[in-house]
């Protein structure tokens, strides 16, 4: 950057991608403090609803779902079978692979916790209307299309940046 650049926060486009980074903290850190009394944390969330939504999903493929390390989950699994919430099985075909399903007392709790995000995004998201969050959700899938694009502009991009460094 050189004196003539003009700076970042500036820029409107900065300044909104702050906005919605902010937002994404915000309701991060409001939907721990709202699962709290029970006991669960937002990636122990992510980990429940999504072996509700595919029960006996793969602990790799739960991985590669959240975005996540397997070594993460690795951590996090034990936390909940230990509580009674999931089981882990091996695969009949491959028993190399760990199968992961809810037990009824994981179902509940599930149940529970997926009550108390949607009226979070409820009560959040009615700050808008719908043809807002609509429009706001059509502008993040296009981000996330953006950023996970299979030719690698991005990361060609950093790479060349990196070049021009040295």
Same mark, same amino acid.
Request: proline content about 7%; charged content about 30%.
């Given at each position: 950057?050189?004196?003539? @650049? ?18 994404? @903290?915000?309701?991060? =850190? ?9 006991? !669960?944390?937002?990636?122990? +969330? ?9 029960? &006996?999903?793969? %602990? ?5 779902? *959240? =975005? /996540? ?7 996090? +699994?034990? @936390?909940? $079978?230990?509580?009674?919430?999931? /089981?882990?099985?091996?695969?009949? %075909?491959?028993?190399?692979? =760990?199968?992961?399903? +809810? #037990?009824?007392?994981? #179902?509940? +709790? ?5 009550? !108390? @995000?949607?009226? *979070? ?9 719908? $043809? $807002?969050?609509?429009? /706001? &959700?059509?502008?993040? #899938?296009?981000?996330?299309?953006? *950023?996970?694009?299979?030719? &690698?502009? !991005?990361?060609?991009? #950093?790479?060349?940046? $990196?070049?021009?460094?040295?």
């Amino acid at each position: 950057m050189n004196k003539k @650049q003009p700076l970042p926060w500036d820029n409107p486009r900065f300044h909104n991608w702050i906005a919605v980074a902010r937002a994404c @903290q915000v309701m991060g =850190l409001s939907l721990a403090r709202a699962l709290q009394p029970l006991d !669960i944390k937002p990636p122990h +969330l992510d980990i429940l609803v999504n072996l509700f939504r595919t029960p &006996g999903i793969s %602990q790799q493929d739960l991985a590669d779902k *959240l =975005l /996540v390390g397997r070594s993460n989950l690795s951590m996090l +699994l034990p @936390q909940l $079978e230990k509580r009674g919430l999931l /089981v882990r099985r091996s695969d009949p %075909q491959d028993r190399r692979v =760990l199968r992961l399903e +809810l #037990t009824p007392s994981g #179902t509940d +709790l599930t149940l529970e916790a997926i009550a !108390i @995000q949607t009226d *979070l995004i409820d009560r959040t998201m009615k700050t808008a209307s719908t $043809e $807002e969050c609509n429009l /706001v &959700g059509e502008v993040m #899938t296009r981000i996330i299309h953006e *950023l996970t694009r299979p030719d &690698g502009a !991005i990361e060609a991009r #950093t790479e060349e940046a $990196e070049r021009k460094k040295a």
